[in-house]
């Protein structure tokens, strides 16, 4: 069993940026796979990022977002956190922070399958 509680997200501008962070706890925490969904209005939940357990664990993104996305893990407070800069009105949708014990069960996203947190709306708007 794993808990998320992620940061409250908010209304930023065109090419500003934000930063979203998610709280883990449970006895798996420190072997999961760590990482980010979103959901605008009207679309499918998608894939945004994610990092694996351990040292330099390995960091994916999905193409919209590489070069502007930065996600990170201290595995001291189990916590981890998605620099978002450069961002556009595309990004805006419902944040979601999942884990899962691998990195195939993290990709999917239906919702039976890891563990989600409440998600958290960003919006970016002039």
């Known amino acids: 069993q794993v808990h998320l509680v992620e940061s409250e997200g908010g209304l930023v501008q065109p090419g500003g940026s934000l930063t979203l962070s998610c709280a883990a706890s449970?006895?798996?925490?420190?072997?999961?796979?760590l990482g980010w969904f979103r959901q605008a209005p009207g679309k499918e939940r998608e894939f945004v990022a994610s990092?694996?357990?351990?040292?330099?664990?390995?960091?994916y993104y999905t193409n919209s977002v590489k070069g502007r996305f930065t996600i990170s893990r201290d595995n001291t407070r189990n916590t981890i956190t998605l620099q978002m800069d450069g961002l556009k009105p595309e990004d805006t949708a419902v944040y979601y922070c999942?884990?899962?014990?691998?990195?195939?069960?993290?990709?999917?996203?239906?919702?039976?399958?890891?563990?989600w947190g409440q998600g958290t709306q960003v919006t970016v708007s002039s």
């Open positions: 999942k884990a899962a014990p691998d990195s195939a069960t993290f990709r999917n996203k239906a919702p039976d399958l890891g563990y």
């Open positions: 449970g006895p798996s925490v420190s072997r999961s796979v």
């Open positions: 990092i694996s357990w351990g040292i330099g664990g390995s960091r």
